[in-house]
């Protein structure tokens, strides 16, 4: 019979939860990194531009989160109005 090792333990629900919690944190953690420095290096935001469309995202984020817009129709949006698609 073979032994298994003490030091491994199945996964729980929890465990699980918790690593799709902190990538989807890195990848959006990655995501504004870059956006924020194009904004800055390529468009020439500079401090209070960035605090501004910071203090949008948020206002943003806030009214999907209240339930006042849903994000499917923001990018609905984003690709009838200006042909962007984000997928």
Known sequence: MKKTNPRKRPATYA???RAKQEATHLATRRAFILL???LRDKEGYDLDGLRRIWKEILD???SVAKGYCKLSDL?????EE??????
Request: avoid cysteine; aromatic fraction near 4%; charge should be negative.
């Open 36 to 38: 924020f420095n194009v």
């Open 75 to 79: 990018n609905e949006v984003l690709r």
């Open 15 to 17: 465990d699980v939860e």
């Open 60 to 62: 943003l984020a806030d």
């Open 82 to 87: 200006e042909g962007i698609r984000i997928e």
